[in-house]
């Protein structure tokens, strides 16, 4: 089946420690976005890609960084994680931005931070 | 600007009673409007959405949402509640203009709760 893929689905890292998230799509949707989630709020808008275009939301920290290497990946690069990044990551794609589609979310990765 | 409300942290409801979780939403543009649905320790699974048309919209599981123009509202319904729905209920906008194009805008959340 079609799907949004992430991997890992719990990650530890230690403070400070370069970590990246990796999510996958079957979809082959224009769009990828990353969102945080913390303990059961609603999902921020980190960024996201709309094909090769790179789209940051404005109060999104600088340590936060994303990669699309291709149609089916994107990555989430946190640099140099803090306490207050240990969240549940959320993928989700959308075949396009100019019609009313909807969202196809990942099962999430929840990252822990020591 | 887009936004929703969900007036309700917690809905409550017994197993094989109707179950209601409220949403009302501004927007300065057309409304696509969504619901999505979370387990623990899962991603976001879409329900249903309002695009246009008739205004009840039947999703996924049962699940149906009423469009209301005038009371900008589009309340989640089911005729009867399982267990099983017990989950976190996110309401959504979605922007169709400008920088923000495509963009989901979220409410914060309804958890409900069905007992047996």
């Known amino acids: 089946d079609a799907m949004v893929i992430q991997n890992p689905r719990y990650q530890v890292t230690q403070f400070g420690k370069p970590v990246t998230l990796s999510c996958s799509q079957t979809?082959?949707?224009?769009?990828m976005y990353w969102y945080q989630q913390k303990s059961s709020q609603a999902p921020k808008l980190l960024f996201h890609?709309?094909?090769?275009?790179?789209?940051n939301e404005a109060d999104t920290p600088d340590n936060f960084q994303s990669r699309r290497p291709n149609t089916s990946f994107c990555f989430l690069d946190i640099r140099s994680p803090g306490l207050g990044d240990a969240a549940m990551y959320l993928c989700?794609?959308?075949?396009?931005?100019?019609?009313?589609?909807?969202?196809?979310f990942g099962p999430g990765t929840r990252l822990t931070v020591t | 600007a887009q936004s929703v409300a969900q007036p309700e942290d917690q809905v409550n409801v017994a197993e094989g009673n109707p179950l209601t979780v409220k949403c009302t939403y501004s927007v300065s543009g057309n409304p696509y409007l969504f619901w999505y649905v979370q387990y623990p320790n899962r991603g976001l699974q879409f329900l249903l959405k309002?695009?246009?048309?008739?205004?009840l919209v039947k999703g996924s599981y049962g699940f149906e949402a009423e469009f209301n123009k005038s009371q900008t509202s589009f309340h989640l319904k089911k005729p009867s509640a399982l267990v099983s729905d017990s989950a976190l209920y996110f309401c959504a906008v979605r922007s169709d203009r400008g920088s923000t194009l495509g963009r989901l805008y979220f409410g914060r959340g309804t958890q409900l709760t069905v007992w047996p």
């Open positions: 989700a794609t959308s075949r396009d931005l100019q019609n009313s589609y909807e969202q196809y």
């Open positions: 890609y709309y094909d090769k275009d790179f789209n």
């Open positions: 309002y695009i246009t048309g008739d205004n």
């Open positions: 979809l082959n949707h224009n769009v």
